[in-house]
């Protein structure tokens, strides 16, 4: 079956580090992958997306690399800050169904 | 440009009642896709309505239905509430042209209703 796999424990890190977190898949062939940031009680914003073809997208302090081999997207912040503490969602589109998947999320938390 | 706004933001209902959840997309967005977001199974895609049409559907039962007018403002309903109901609803849009294979699907999404089923 088709599976989404963001680890469902909460990422504590120091400011200034980086935090790195995962996104697995089985038996999706995606065209691209997106990165969602969700704050308690709102909506998903969208962040990045990256496509089959592309290996690594950089936005600000914000990197997402694809490896399709491995069926694994990681989303990376650097020097993280306090106002990055949110729930990031990665979403596959499913080109048969034309409805994007998203996975459950990890909860970032970067204390001071 | 105005996000994408959702009306009411929180509603309590009984069992068995009937609920209409509203949904206004960003200007010149024509695609609007609705989800349910709950604690235990995430983010689940309900629908998605494209030019009045639904374009596409999740794996949810018959109760729950939408449509969309000419002017992409988006209605869901959901009849015979049960208690596993309760969750945040959220509603996106996207300025896909309609052909399956092109554009990214970006969603901007409204910021919910909670719907509370008691």
């Known amino acids: 079956s088709q599976k989404i796999e963001q680890n469902s424990e909460a990422l504590n890190i120091q400011e200034g580090k980086t935090a790195t977190l995962t996104c697995n898949y089985t038996?999706?062939?995606?065209?691209?992958l997106q990165w969602y940031r969700q704050d308690p009680g709102r909506g998903p914003v969208f962040l990045l997306l990256?496509?089959?073809?592309?290996k690594e997208k950089r936005k600000e302090r914000l990197k997402v690399t694809f490896d399709t081999t491995l069926k694994q997207s990681l989303f990376h912040i650097t020097a993280s800050q306090p106002a990055d503490s949110a729930t990031y969602l990665c979403?596959?589109?499913?080109?048969?169904?034309?409805?994007?998947?998203f996975g459950s999320g990890t909860r970032l938390q970067v204390q001071p | 440009k105005a996000g994408v706004t959702q009306t009411p933001r929180y509603l309590i209902k009984t069992r068995g009642q009937q609920v209409t959840l509203s949904c206004s997309p960003i200007?010149?967005?024509?695609?609007v896709s609705w989800y349910q977001q709950t604690p235990g199974q995430g983010l689940q895609f309900l629908f998605e309505?494209?030019?009045?049409?639904?374009?596409n559907k999740g794996n949810f039962p018959g109760r729950f239905s939408g449509r969309q007018f000419s002017n992409s403002r988006s209605e869901m309903n959901v009849s015979t509430l049960e208690l596993g109901d309760s969750a945040l609803y959220l509603c996106?849009?996207?300025?896909?042209?309609?052909?399956?294979?092109?554009?990214?699907?970006?969603?901007?999404f409204g910021p919910g209703t909670r719907l509370t089923v008691l």
């Open positions: 979403a596959l589109m499913d080109t048969g169904r034309r409805a994007l998947t």
């Open positions: 309505y494209f030019s009045e049409t639904q374009r």
């Open positions: 038996n999706y062939s995606p065209a691209y």
């Open positions: 990256i496509r089959e073809n592309e």
């Open positions: 200007s010149g967005h024509r695609s």
């Open positions: 996106a849009s996207s300025s896909t042209g309609g052909l399956r294979t092109s554009g990214t699907d970006t969603q901007y």
